[in-house]
């Protein structure tokens, strides 16, 4: 695109401010998205895009009070974070504009359903350059599923070479379906209560592990990955020949193992692993036989010196 010398000059002197601000933004907004378990990303607009821009609309200083002239997003994981993120947002800039104001039509699967906020620097005593609070730029917070359609399909939506009837509305329902799928991933474990769940052996037994271990623990003190710890803990029942998680359940629940269900010095599965030893006289012969290997630590000896009867080629040394 031809761009005539004199807005190009404008241009770069508005770039050098806004790169000013950008940095000071930037790095207060990727502490935020990151707090979210998110991510944050900005640019500021390009050349050709500005100049179009300003023939479109009527700027008293073009260039400078262009409110998409800096515009960042702040990506998090799922649709339910966007409004906490939206607050630590509010805490550290002046908000100057926020949208959409009203909820979306529900007739209408066209419009953005990321949250726009127009946003201003906050003045400090620390702030030398005053001159950058008055202007104004562009935050959305938006969700993965949203920031892959915005990347995939803005370009073809909003900037096409031709015109289509067809393209806007396929784009507006596919628009449609991103946004409840984001809503199932925000509520996912209500979600998969619609599901007709068959019996599946495997997740069953897993299931009734995790139950356990929830019992006899605290949540504090529990992996986050329950799924991997049953995955464990069941390895430790089919080398002791216990086969369903009830016999499992009666062997902790048994008075004489009260005291190693309040150990900190192993995990849970560790701890579980020794009182499966002790019940079984630490005959644990399928240990060797499967050529298994254990992670027995000083930690879990000084408990159980009986563990020393597993053969040092059978432990997971650390």
Known sequence: MIVPATLKNSYLAAVSIWKKIQNDSDAILEVIAKRHGGTYTSRIKPLESAVLKIEKNEYTRPFFDMEDMLAGSIIVPVISEIIATRSDVEREFGIDEIRPLM???????GGAYDLHLILKLKDSPYRIDK???NFRFEVQIKTF???AWSKAGHDIIYKPKRMSYGLVRIASQIRALLELAD???AN???AAQLQIEPEYPKYSISKKIIEIMEKYWETSQLPA???RAAGIIQRYMELAKISTPDQLDAIISNPRYADFLQLRSVTPTQTIFIILFIEKNGNIPK???ENSKVLI???MLDLCPLLSRIPITNRILV
Not at 103 to 109: N, S
């Open 188 to 190: 996912i474990e209500s």
């Open 145 to 147: 599923l949203q920031h």
């Open 297 to 299: 630590t000083d930690e």
């Open 103 to 109: 909820v979306p039509d529900p007739e209408k699967f």
């Open 287 to 289: 240990i060797v036989e």
């Open 225 to 227: 990955d329950r799924r």
């Open 183 to 185: 809503n199932v991933l």
């Open 131 to 133: 001159s950058v609070l």
